[in-house]
C-alpha cells in the first residue's frame, strides 16, 4: 500500500513535468506557498486581477503589484510577452507550477493563466490590520522574487 506522502511526492513530480521550459523564475516550494497565500489575501480584499488580458491591461495602465503566471500553460504562446510586459514596466513577475493551484488561490474555479497581486487596493475600505498583514506578507514575497529574479539575470 502506498502511503499519501508518496503518492503526493509522485503528483509533485508529474506536476513539475507538464512545466513550460521558458517557466523561469519558477518559485520553489515555500516561496510558491507563500505566493498563494499573497494571492489569496488579494483576492479576499478586491486587489486582484486574473486572466492575460486583464493583467496586460493594468501593466500596461501603469498599475504596480506582483506577477503570477502559471508554468503549465499550453500553448505556451498564449503568455509569452506577460514577462517582456513586466520587465518593461519594472513589475516583478514569478512562474508557479500548476494553473489549477493559481485559481484556487485566487477563489475561482477555472484554471488561470496569470494573475496580477496589485500592491494598493483599487477602490473601497480595508481594514487597517488587513491591510498591514497583507503589505507585510506582500512585500516579503517581492523581496524573494527580485532576488530569485535578479540570480537569473
Known amino acids: ?11 509533485e ?3 513539475l513535468l507538464a512545466v513550460s521550459p521558458i517557466a523561469k523564475p519558477l518559485a520553489g516550494k515555500k516561496l510558491c506557498k507563500r ?30 503589484g506582483l506577477c503570477v ?3 503549465d500553460i499550453s500553448p505556451i504562446d498564449v503568455i509569452t510577452h506577460v514577462p517582456v510586459l513586466c520587465e518593461e514596466a ?6 508557479v507550477p500548476s494553473k489549477e493551484d493559481l485559481a484556487s ?16 487596493p483599487q477602490k473601497g475600505e ?4 488587513e491591510k498591514a498583514k497583507f503589505i507585510e506578507d506582500f512585500d516579503k514575497v517581492v523581496k524573494e522574487v527580485r532576488a530569485l529574479t535578479a540570480s537569473y539575470f
Open 13 to 15: 513530480k508529474r506536476r
Open 69 to 71: 503566471i502559471a508554468g
Open 126 to 129: 480595508v481594514k487597517e490590520e
Open 90 to 95: 519594472d513589475i516583478p513577475y514569478i512562474y
Open 105 to 120: 488561490a485566487s477563489i475561482t474555479k477555472r484554471p488561470t493563466c496569470c494573475v496580477l497581486v496589485m500592491s494598493e
Open 1 to 11: 500500500m502506498v502511503s499519501d506522502g508518496e503518492n503526493g511526492d509522485k503528483k
Open 35 to 64: 505566493t498563494l497565500k499573497v494571492i489569496r489575501l488579494a483576492s479576499d480584499m478586491k486587489q486582484l486581477k486574473r486572466g492575460v488580458k486583464e493583467v496586460v491591461k493594468f501593466v500596461r495602465r501603469g498599475k504596480k
